[in-house]
């Protein structure tokens, strides 16, 4: 980060440490949703001053906002997409690094194997085919809940 101008004292504390000074010094943090609500609770305004995670950086950009809003009450998927993409960017302006990036990517990990995650199934329940799941903190395994099947 120096490079940057940036100067950065490392610290480490636990998940409440972490929750109680998200606003007031800078963290790291993971993830990779396979949906575009994670953009939802990153970069709408209402919620950057709440506790927890969502919008750490306390973004702001009533532009930003409407095109979030307008994904959600789409009723075409097409037009969803459009307006989460305007959300990050809309020529104009967004909360990627091409507008206002609101956040500091330090860098992307993509893997060619998948991490396995293990879960732990009853007998005789059946969960289905499972989708890729994304390393982060979503119960991805019930993304197909209404296929899910119990045999005697």
Not at 50 to 67: E, F, L, M, Q
Request: aromatic share 10%; charged share 15%.
């Amino acid at each position: 980060m120096a490079p940057l101008g940036i100067e950065v004292e490392p610290t480490s504390g636990d998940f409440t440490w972490q929750v109680d000074h998200n606003r007031s010094n800078a963290v790291v943090l993971g993830g990779g949703r396979l949906n575009p609500y994670h953009e939802y609770t990153m970069l709408r305004s209402s919620s950057g001053h709440s506790r927890g995670w969502s919008n750490i950086s306390c973004y702001a950009n009533p532009t930003v906002d409407g095109h979030l809003d307008e994904a959600l009450a789409a009723s075409d998927q097409g037009i969803a997409r459009e307006q989460w993409h305007a959300a990050l960017w809309d020529g104009t302006t967004g909360g990627s690094i091409l507008g206002d990036a609101p956040y500091v990517t330090i860098c992307y990990i993509v893997t060619i194997c998948s991490i396995t995650h293990n879960y732990f199934v009853r007998d005789g329940l059946g969960i289905g085919t499972q989708s890729v799941h994304p390393h982060d903190h979503f119960l991805q395994v019930i993304h197909n809940l209404g296929s899910w099947g119990v045999s005697a």
